[in-house]
């Protein structure tokens, strides 16, 4: 299926399927600008800022293999250790995406993207509208005063790293979500075991490489 351009905000309906991918690369292309991708200074990120192995999460709010991921995903880079994580919003999905990324990315500016972001991963199931998802914010403790400022304030800047992050996953040839580019390589729908691995491949193809 086509994805559609929900930047311009038209309503996508259909639902597009993880890729079964257990660990494929690369996970660049040779054309794609990789550090624009790994160190966007307007990217939500988590972890280790330092660490050697960095995961680029591109997801949607409305996604179910986004959300059944993302607890094991928070769970490996706090064990770890020695990860740095990139959040790539990617809503592709339907209207409401956009806007539930819209919400996350305003509250980045008052250093709450991680706590939005997990309560919007946290409403079960899929199609959730804007006012579900405006709930589940508002019932985060993000301070929603300054949020609702940031969302109109920072307009142009949000929509920019929305538009950026398209623009990448169109450049990488990325089909559905989640996709997560571990180190070298590029895969979805993790479970915490399945993180656990791809880092040490990722980790040792880094040394082999040196």
Excluded at 34 to 53: R, S
Excluded at 86 to 91: C, F, G, I, L, N
Aim: a positive charge; one cysteine or more; glycine letters at 6%.
């Amino acid at each position: 299926m086509k994805r559609r351009d929900l930047l311009t905000l038209a309503a996508a309906t259909a639902l597009i399927p993880a890729m079964a991918i257990r660990l494929s690369g690369p996970a660049f292309a040779l054309d794609v600008d990789v550090e624009a991708i790994l160190h966007d200074p307007e990217d939500p990120t988590g972890g280790n800022p330092k660490g050697d192995v960095t995961i680029v999460a591109f997801t949607d709010y409305n996604c179910p293999f986004c959300k059944k991921s993302a607890p094991d995903l928070d769970r490996i880079v706090k064990d770890d250790g020695k990860t740095r994580l990139v959040y790539k919003d990617w809503p592709i999905l339907t209207k409401a995406s956009v806007y539930g990324a819209r919400l996350a990315l305003a509250a980045n500016y008052q250093g709450a993207y991680q706590l939005v972001h997990r309560a919007l991963m946290q409403i079960p199931g899929r199609q959730i509208p804007e006012d579900r998802m405006l709930q589940a914010v508002q019932a985060s403790g993000v301070d929603m005063a300054r949020l609702q400022a940031d969302l109109q304030a920072r307009a142009t800047s949000i929509m920019g790293v929305l538009k950026r992050n398209l623009a990448e996953a169109d450049a990488l040839g990325l089909q559905g979500t989640p996709t997560y580019l571990i180190g070298p390589f590029r895969t979805s729908t993790l479970d915490y075991r399945g993180f656990v691995e791809a880092l040490a491949e990722a980790r040792r193809r880094q040394a082999a490489a040196k």
